[in-house]
Protein backbone atom coordinates (compact mmCIF):
# COMPACT_ATOMS: atom_id res chain seq x y z
CA UNK A 1 0.00 0.00 0.00
CA UNK A 2 2.92 2.55 0.69
CA UNK A 3 4.80 1.46 -2.58
CA UNK A 4 5.42 4.61 -4.07
CA UNK A 5 4.21 6.90 -1.14
CA UNK A 6 7.09 6.18 1.44
CA UNK A 7 7.56 9.96 1.64
CA UNK A 8 3.98 10.48 3.73
CA UNK A 9 5.42 8.06 6.23
CA UNK A 10 8.71 9.02 6.78
CA UNK A 11 7.99 12.98 6.34
CA UNK A 12 4.51 13.50 6.37
CA UNK A 13 3.56 12.11 9.45
CA UNK A 14 6.96 12.84 11.38
CA UNK A 15 6.24 17.01 10.86
CA UNK A 16 2.29 16.07 11.91
CA UNK A 17 3.42 15.37 15.62
CA UNK A 18 6.29 18.27 15.11
CA UNK A 19 3.21 20.41 14.86
CA UNK A 20 1.07 18.74 17.05
CA UNK A 21 3.12 18.71 20.21
CA UNK A 22 4.72 22.18 19.03
CA UNK A 23 1.70 24.37 18.91
CA UNK A 24 0.39 22.57 22.20
CA UNK A 25 3.44 24.36 23.68
CA UNK A 26 3.09 27.23 22.13
CA UNK A 27 -0.95 27.54 22.48
CA UNK A 28 -1.47 25.87 25.30
CA UNK A 29 -0.65 29.02 27.68
CA UNK A 30 -4.02 30.44 26.32
CA UNK A 31 -6.01 27.82 28.59
CA UNK A 32 -3.26 27.66 31.07
CA UNK A 33 -3.81 31.50 31.86
CA UNK A 34 -7.45 30.72 32.72
CA UNK A 35 -5.74 29.08 35.34
CA UNK A 36 -6.86 30.76 39.15
CA UNK A 37 -3.57 29.35 40.55
CA UNK A 38 -1.16 29.74 37.55
CA UNK A 39 -2.29 33.40 37.79
CA UNK A 40 -1.91 33.21 41.64
CA UNK A 41 1.49 31.83 41.78
CA UNK A 42 3.19 34.05 39.07
CA UNK A 43 1.43 37.34 40.50
CA UNK A 44 -0.60 37.80 37.48
CA UNK A 45 -3.01 40.27 39.82
CA UNK A 46 -3.88 43.42 39.71
CA UNK A 47 -5.27 46.48 37.90
CA UNK A 48 -2.63 45.60 34.27
CA UNK A 49 -3.15 41.74 35.22
CA UNK A 50 -4.46 41.64 31.34
CA UNK A 51 -1.83 43.64 30.18
CA UNK A 52 0.78 41.48 31.99
CA UNK A 53 -0.71 38.36 30.17
CA UNK A 54 -0.53 39.38 26.79
CA UNK A 55 3.22 40.29 27.42
CA UNK A 56 3.40 36.75 28.06
CA UNK A 57 2.50 35.77 24.24
CA UNK A 58 4.07 39.18 22.53
CA UNK A 59 7.72 37.82 24.23
CA UNK A 60 7.58 34.76 23.38
CA UNK A 61 6.36 35.48 19.55
CA UNK A 62 9.36 38.21 19.15
CA UNK A 63 11.64 35.49 20.20
CA UNK A 64 9.55 33.04 17.77
CA UNK A 65 9.90 35.61 15.04
CA UNK A 66 13.28 37.11 14.80
CA UNK A 67 14.65 33.61 15.07
CA UNK A 68 12.63 32.20 11.89
CA UNK A 69 15.32 34.42 9.94
CA UNK A 70 18.36 33.14 11.98
CA UNK A 71 17.06 29.36 11.24
CA UNK A 72 16.27 29.91 8.08
CA UNK A 73 20.17 30.04 7.10
CA UNK A 74 20.97 27.35 9.68
CA UNK A 75 18.58 24.98 7.69
CA UNK A 76 19.60 25.74 4.49
CA UNK A 77 23.37 25.05 5.27
CA UNK A 78 22.91 22.16 7.81
CA UNK A 79 19.67 20.37 6.53
CA UNK A 80 16.02 20.31 8.33
CA UNK A 81 16.31 16.73 10.33
CA UNK A 82 19.48 18.19 11.90
CA UNK A 83 17.84 21.62 12.93
CA UNK A 84 14.77 20.28 13.70
CA UNK A 85 16.17 17.76 16.54
CA UNK A 86 18.46 20.38 17.98
CA UNK A 87 15.47 22.87 18.01
CA UNK A 88 13.03 19.94 19.54
CA UNK A 89 15.82 19.78 22.40
CA UNK A 90 15.93 23.54 22.89
CA UNK A 91 11.92 23.69 23.69
CA UNK A 92 11.81 20.48 25.59
CA UNK A 93 14.49 21.95 28.57
CA UNK A 94 12.55 25.17 27.93
CA UNK A 95 9.23 23.59 28.67
CA UNK A 96 10.94 21.91 32.43
CA UNK A 97 11.94 25.67 33.06
CA UNK A 98 8.63 26.95 32.64
CA UNK A 99 7.21 24.60 34.84
CA UNK A 100 9.55 24.80 37.09
CA UNK A 101 9.18 28.86 37.42
CA UNK A 102 8.45 30.43 40.60
CA UNK A 103 7.84 33.91 39.39
CA UNK A 104 6.39 35.77 36.74
CA UNK A 105 9.78 37.08 35.66
CA UNK A 106 11.51 33.80 34.99
CA UNK A 107 8.66 32.04 33.12
CA UNK A 108 9.20 35.26 30.78
CA UNK A 109 12.61 34.37 30.31
CA UNK A 110 11.43 30.69 29.87
CA UNK A 111 8.74 31.67 27.27
CA UNK A 112 12.09 33.83 25.42
CA UNK A 113 14.51 30.74 25.05
CA UNK A 114 11.14 28.42 23.91
CA UNK A 115 10.33 30.83 21.23
CA UNK A 116 13.72 30.91 20.32
CA UNK A 117 14.07 27.08 20.21
CA UNK A 118 10.39 26.44 18.22
CA UNK A 119 11.11 29.32 15.08
CA UNK A 120 13.01 26.66 13.39
CA UNK A 121 9.58 25.09 12.72
CA UNK A 122 8.07 27.36 9.59
CA UNK A 123 11.40 27.12 7.97
CA UNK A 124 12.15 23.02 8.59
CA UNK A 125 8.61 22.20 6.99
CA UNK A 126 8.82 24.24 4.43
CA UNK A 127 12.38 22.96 3.76
CA UNK A 128 11.12 19.17 4.11
CA UNK A 129 8.31 19.70 1.74
CA UNK A 130 10.29 21.89 -1.05
CA UNK A 131 12.30 18.91 -1.12
CA UNK A 132 10.42 15.88 -0.59
CA UNK A 133 7.26 16.61 -2.49
CA UNK A 134 5.82 16.70 -6.34
CA UNK A 135 5.14 20.46 -7.23
CA UNK A 136 1.72 19.05 -8.06
CA UNK A 137 0.78 17.75 -4.48
CA UNK A 138 2.43 20.91 -2.67
CA UNK A 139 -1.41 22.03 -1.11
CA UNK A 140 -2.03 18.34 0.27
CA UNK A 141 1.83 18.05 1.48
CA UNK A 142 1.76 21.67 3.53
CA UNK A 143 -2.32 20.65 4.67
CA UNK A 144 -1.05 17.62 6.03
CA UNK A 145 0.92 18.41 8.39
CA UNK A 146 -0.26 21.69 8.93
CA UNK A 147 -3.31 19.45 10.43
CA UNK A 148 -1.25 19.11 13.22
CA UNK A 149 -1.12 22.64 13.53
CA UNK A 150 -4.82 22.90 14.39
CA UNK A 151 -5.54 19.31 15.55
CA UNK A 152 -2.54 19.62 18.21
CA UNK A 153 -4.18 22.14 20.19
CA UNK A 154 -8.34 20.89 19.70
CA UNK A 155 -6.59 17.88 21.12
CA UNK A 156 -4.37 20.03 23.40
CA UNK A 157 -7.52 22.08 24.87
CA UNK A 158 -9.01 19.11 26.70
CA UNK A 159 -5.78 17.92 27.36
CA UNK A 160 -4.35 20.73 29.26
CA UNK A 161 -8.28 21.06 30.89
CA UNK A 162 -8.25 17.41 32.60
CA UNK A 163 -4.12 18.24 33.96
CA UNK A 164 -4.91 21.68 35.48
CA UNK A 165 -8.26 20.10 37.10
CA UNK A 166 -5.95 16.99 37.97
CA UNK A 167 -3.03 18.34 39.16
CA UNK A 168 -1.46 21.67 39.29
CA UNK A 169 -0.35 24.01 36.44
CA UNK A 170 3.33 22.72 36.30
CA UNK A 171 2.42 19.32 35.20
CA UNK A 172 1.34 20.12 32.39
CA UNK A 173 4.43 21.85 31.02
CA UNK A 174 6.20 18.70 31.86
CA UNK A 175 3.37 16.25 30.60
CA UNK A 176 4.49 18.39 27.31
CA UNK A 177 8.27 17.93 27.58
CA UNK A 178 8.26 14.20 27.85
CA UNK A 179 5.89 13.93 24.61
CA UNK A 180 8.53 15.32 22.69
CA UNK A 181 11.42 14.26 24.65
CA UNK A 182 10.47 10.98 24.07
CA UNK A 183 8.20 10.60 20.93
CA UNK A 184 9.29 13.63 18.54
CA UNK A 185 12.73 13.50 19.03
CA UNK A 186 13.43 10.00 17.94
CA UNK A 187 10.79 9.85 15.14
CA UNK A 188 12.69 12.96 13.50
CA UNK A 189 16.29 10.93 14.03
CA UNK A 190 15.00 7.52 13.05
CA UNK A 191 12.55 8.17 10.16
CA UNK A 192 13.72 11.47 8.35
CA UNK A 193 16.02 12.25 5.99
CA UNK A 194 16.91 15.98 4.13
CA UNK A 195 16.33 14.62 0.86
CA UNK A 196 14.68 11.41 -0.56
CA UNK A 197 18.22 10.78 -2.32
CA UNK A 198 19.61 10.10 1.31
CA UNK A 199 16.84 7.91 2.44
CA UNK A 200 17.18 3.94 2.88
CA UNK A 201 13.45 3.52 2.37
CA UNK A 202 12.90 5.32 -0.93
CA UNK A 203 12.57 3.54 -4.31
CA UNK A 204 13.82 5.14 -7.74
CA UNK A 205 10.11 5.03 -8.87
CA UNK A 206 9.07 7.25 -5.86
CA UNK A 207 12.07 9.47 -6.39
CA UNK A 208 11.00 10.23 -10.08
CA UNK A 209 7.52 11.02 -9.44
CA UNK A 210 9.17 13.43 -6.76
CA UNK A 211 11.48 15.17 -9.06
CA UNK A 212 9.46 15.31 -12.33
CA UNK A 213 8.30 18.30 -13.46
CA UNK A 214 4.73 19.00 -14.66
CA UNK A 215 6.34 20.95 -17.76
CA UNK A 216 4.68 23.82 -16.72
CA UNK A 217 7.62 25.68 -14.36
CA UNK A 218 9.46 28.75 -15.06
CA UNK A 219 13.19 29.31 -14.48
CA UNK A 220 12.46 31.45 -10.44
CA UNK A 221 13.72 34.51 -9.84
CA UNK A 222 14.42 35.90 -6.32
CA UNK A 223 11.84 35.78 -3.90
CA UNK A 224 12.38 38.82 -3.02
CA UNK A 225 12.04 40.00 -6.40
CA UNK A 226 8.73 38.96 -6.92
CA UNK A 227 6.28 41.77 -5.68
CA UNK A 228 3.70 38.77 -4.95
CA UNK A 229 5.90 37.38 -2.45
CA UNK A 230 5.51 40.97 -0.26
CA UNK A 231 1.90 40.88 -0.53
CA UNK A 232 2.01 37.42 0.95
CA UNK A 233 4.05 38.29 3.59
CA UNK A 234 2.12 41.55 4.47
CA UNK A 235 -0.87 39.43 4.37
CA UNK A 236 0.82 37.17 6.70
CA UNK A 237 1.54 39.97 9.07
CA UNK A 238 -2.44 40.62 9.05
CA UNK A 239 -3.10 36.61 9.53
CA UNK A 240 -0.68 36.24 12.58
CA UNK A 241 -1.98 39.73 14.22
CA UNK A 242 -5.39 37.91 13.60
CA UNK A 243 -4.74 34.26 15.01
CA UNK A 244 -2.49 35.25 17.69
CA UNK A 245 -5.45 38.02 18.71
CA UNK A 246 -7.86 35.44 18.65
CA UNK A 247 -6.48 32.21 19.37
CA UNK A 248 -4.57 33.21 22.83
CA UNK A 249 -7.77 35.49 24.21
CA UNK A 250 -10.82 32.42 22.79
CA UNK A 251 -10.82 31.53 26.40
CA UNK A 252 -10.31 34.12 28.69
CA UNK A 253 -13.22 35.76 25.94
CA UNK A 254 -15.18 32.36 26.61
CA UNK A 255 -14.94 32.36 30.49
CA UNK A 256 -14.54 36.79 31.17
CA UNK A 257 -16.88 37.97 28.60
CA UNK A 258 -19.54 35.46 27.92
CA UNK A 259 -19.44 33.63 31.00
CA UNK A 260 -18.92 29.77 29.69
CA UNK A 261 -17.89 27.28 32.73
CA UNK A 262 -14.12 25.79 31.95
CA UNK A 263 -15.76 22.72 30.49
CA UNK A 264 -17.92 24.80 28.05
CA UNK A 265 -15.02 27.30 27.47
CA UNK A 266 -12.69 23.83 26.70
CA UNK A 267 -15.65 22.66 24.11
CA UNK A 268 -15.95 26.06 22.34
CA UNK A 269 -12.18 26.29 22.06
CA UNK A 270 -11.84 22.78 20.81
CA UNK A 271 -14.18 23.24 18.45
CA UNK A 272 -12.28 26.21 16.86
CA UNK A 273 -9.00 24.63 16.39
CA UNK A 274 -11.17 21.70 14.71
CA UNK A 275 -12.74 24.68 12.48
CA UNK A 276 -9.05 26.00 11.44
CA UNK A 277 -8.25 22.32 10.75
CA UNK A 278 -11.54 22.21 8.31
CA UNK A 279 -9.98 25.36 6.90
CA UNK A 280 -6.40 23.98 6.33
CA UNK A 281 -7.85 20.54 4.31
CA UNK A 282 -10.01 22.46 2.52
CA UNK A 283 -7.90 25.07 1.14
CA UNK A 284 -5.71 22.13 0.54
CA UNK A 285 -7.44 20.32 -1.68
CA UNK A 286 -9.14 23.49 -3.02
CA UNK A 287 -5.66 24.98 -3.88
CA UNK A 288 -4.69 22.00 -5.99
CA UNK A 289 -7.65 21.73 -7.58
CA UNK A 290 -8.40 25.28 -8.72
CA UNK A 291 -4.68 26.74 -9.28
CA UNK A 292 -6.12 29.75 -7.46
CA UNK A 293 -4.45 30.35 -3.78
CA UNK A 294 -4.63 33.86 -4.14
CA UNK A 295 -8.34 34.07 -4.98
CA UNK A 296 -9.11 31.65 -1.58
CA UNK A 297 -6.68 34.02 0.24
CA UNK A 298 -8.86 36.65 -0.58
CA UNK A 299 -12.07 34.86 0.23
CA UNK A 300 -10.89 33.99 3.66
CA UNK A 301 -10.03 37.53 4.86
CA UNK A 302 -13.63 38.36 3.77
CA UNK A 303 -14.77 36.06 5.66
CA UNK A 304 -12.89 36.39 8.80
CA UNK A 305 -14.16 40.08 8.73
CA UNK A 306 -17.91 39.00 8.46
CA UNK A 307 -17.50 36.42 11.49
CA UNK A 308 -15.54 38.91 14.28
CA UNK A 309 -18.69 41.87 12.57
CA UNK A 310 -21.19 38.57 13.49
CA UNK A 311 -19.47 38.08 17.14
CA UNK A 312 -20.15 41.73 18.07
CA UNK A 313 -23.79 41.55 17.35
CA UNK A 314 -24.43 38.08 18.27
CA UNK A 315 -27.58 37.72 20.47
CA UNK A 316 -26.14 34.64 22.32
CA UNK A 317 -23.12 33.92 23.89
CA UNK A 318 -22.80 30.65 22.49
CA UNK A 319 -23.15 32.00 18.86
CA UNK A 320 -20.70 34.46 19.25
CA UNK A 321 -18.44 31.95 20.35
CA UNK A 322 -18.85 29.90 17.67
CA UNK A 323 -18.49 33.00 15.19
CA UNK A 324 -14.73 33.53 17.26
CA UNK A 325 -14.13 30.16 16.22
CA UNK A 326 -14.84 30.48 12.51
CA UNK A 327 -12.99 33.65 12.51
CA UNK A 328 -10.02 32.19 13.56
CA UNK A 329 -10.72 29.17 11.68
CA UNK A 330 -10.54 31.08 8.31
CA UNK A 331 -7.58 31.85 9.65
CA UNK A 332 -6.04 28.58 9.92
CA UNK A 333 -6.53 28.36 5.98
CA UNK A 334 -4.77 31.56 5.33
CA UNK A 335 -1.82 30.53 7.29
CA UNK A 336 -1.75 27.39 5.16
CA UNK A 337 -1.90 29.08 2.03
CA UNK A 338 0.57 31.34 3.00
CA UNK A 339 3.29 28.20 3.52
CA UNK A 340 2.19 26.89 -0.12
CA UNK A 341 3.24 30.43 -1.87
CA UNK A 342 6.93 29.95 0.22
CA UNK A 343 7.43 26.75 -1.68
CA UNK A 344 5.90 28.74 -5.04
CA UNK A 345 8.14 31.58 -4.76
CA UNK A 346 10.97 30.08 -3.89
CA UNK A 347 13.47 27.29 -4.93
CA UNK A 348 15.36 23.87 -2.54
CA UNK A 349 18.01 26.38 -2.58
CA UNK A 350 16.32 29.36 -0.86
CA UNK A 351 13.15 28.26 0.33
CA UNK A 352 14.66 28.11 3.98
CA UNK A 353 14.93 31.59 3.74
CA UNK A 354 12.34 32.42 2.25
CA UNK A 355 10.13 30.36 4.87
CA UNK A 356 12.68 32.33 7.45
CA UNK A 357 11.62 35.55 6.62
CA UNK A 358 7.18 34.57 5.97
CA UNK A 359 8.00 33.31 9.79
CA UNK A 360 9.31 36.49 11.07
CA UNK A 361 5.48 37.95 10.50
CA UNK A 362 4.81 36.20 13.49
CA UNK A 363 5.93 39.02 15.57
CA UNK A 364 2.83 40.94 14.61
CA UNK A 365 0.90 38.20 16.28
CA UNK A 366 3.15 38.86 19.81
CA UNK A 367 1.80 42.60 19.18
CA UNK A 368 -1.86 41.37 18.99
CA UNK A 369 -2.18 39.50 21.92
CA UNK A 370 0.02 42.49 24.31
CA UNK A 371 -1.87 45.18 22.34
CA UNK A 372 -5.37 43.43 23.16
CA UNK A 373 -4.64 42.80 26.91
CA UNK A 374 -3.59 46.38 27.34
CA UNK A 375 -7.05 47.58 25.19
CA UNK A 376 -9.21 45.38 27.61
CA UNK A 377 -7.46 47.15 30.90
CA UNK A 378 -8.31 50.81 29.67
CA UNK A 379 -12.06 49.44 28.72
CA UNK A 380 -12.67 47.78 31.49
CA UNK A 381 -12.26 44.30 30.88
CA UNK A 382 -14.63 44.62 27.35
CA UNK A 383 -13.19 43.24 24.39
CA UNK A 384 -15.13 45.05 21.81
CA UNK A 385 -12.68 47.74 20.75
CA UNK A 386 -10.11 44.74 20.82
CA UNK A 387 -12.42 42.87 17.88
CA UNK A 388 -13.23 46.27 16.43
CA UNK A 389 -9.54 46.39 15.27
CA UNK A 390 -9.11 42.69 14.49
CA UNK A 391 -11.86 43.53 11.54
CA UNK A 392 -8.96 46.17 9.97
CA UNK A 393 -6.64 44.01 10.40
CA UNK A 394 -9.05 41.15 7.93
CA UNK A 395 -9.88 43.99 5.59
CA UNK A 396 -6.31 45.21 5.29
CA UNK A 397 -5.40 41.59 4.26
CA UNK A 398 -8.15 41.41 1.63
CA UNK A 399 -6.77 44.66 0.13
CA UNK A 400 -3.75 43.48 -0.38
CA UNK A 401 -4.55 40.14 -1.56
CA UNK A 402 -6.66 41.95 -4.38
CA UNK A 403 -3.51 42.62 -6.30
CA UNK A 404 -2.22 39.33 -6.61
CA UNK A 405 -6.01 37.64 -8.22
CA UNK A 406 -5.34 39.13 -11.82
CA UNK A 407 -1.80 37.92 -12.52
CA UNK A 408 -2.82 34.34 -10.83
CA UNK A 409 -5.56 34.32 -13.17
CA UNK A 410 -3.26 35.36 -16.15
CA UNK A 411 -0.53 32.02 -15.10
CA UNK A 412 -3.55 29.89 -15.05
CA UNK A 413 -4.54 30.76 -18.54
CA UNK A 414 -1.50 29.95 -19.99
CA UNK A 415 -0.54 26.99 -17.81
CA UNK A 416 -4.20 25.80 -19.82
CA UNK A 417 -2.82 26.23 -23.02
CA UNK A 418 -1.34 23.09 -25.04
CA UNK A 419 2.90 23.09 -24.93
CA UNK A 420 2.47 23.03 -28.59
CA UNK A 421 -0.04 26.46 -28.91
CA UNK A 422 2.11 28.20 -26.10
CA UNK A 423 4.09 31.69 -27.70
CA UNK A 424 7.29 32.73 -25.93
CA UNK A 425 7.03 36.08 -25.42
Known amino acids: MLKGNKRWLYIAVPIFFFWFF ?6 GISVIQTDPGFLSDLGLTGADKNAKIGLITF ?18 KAGPRKTAVFGLFIWTATMIAGGLA ?10 VILGFGEGMMIPVCGKFISNWFNQRE ?20 VILTLVLATFHWEAA ?47 KKSFAQDYRYWIVWFGMLMSSFLFFGISIWLPTYLVEAKSFSREAMTGITSLSWLFALGFVLSCGFLADKTRRPSLLATILFSLTAVFLTAAIFAPHPVLAGICMGLAMGTQGGVFHLSNLFIVKFSTPETAGR ?8 NILGGFSSYIMGWMRDLAGGDFGPSIVMLIIAASLGFIAYIFTIKKEAAELR ?9 VIV
Open 22 to 27: GQIDKL
Open 59 to 76: IFTISYAVSNIFWGFVID
Open 102 to 111: TSYEMFLISR
Open 138 to 157: LGRAQSTWLAGNYFGPACGA
Open 173 to 219: FFFLAAFNLFFVIPMFWFLTRDTPEEHYAIDKEELAYIRKSDGTEKP
Open 354 to 361: AAGLMGFT
Open 414 to 422: IEQIPPNRK
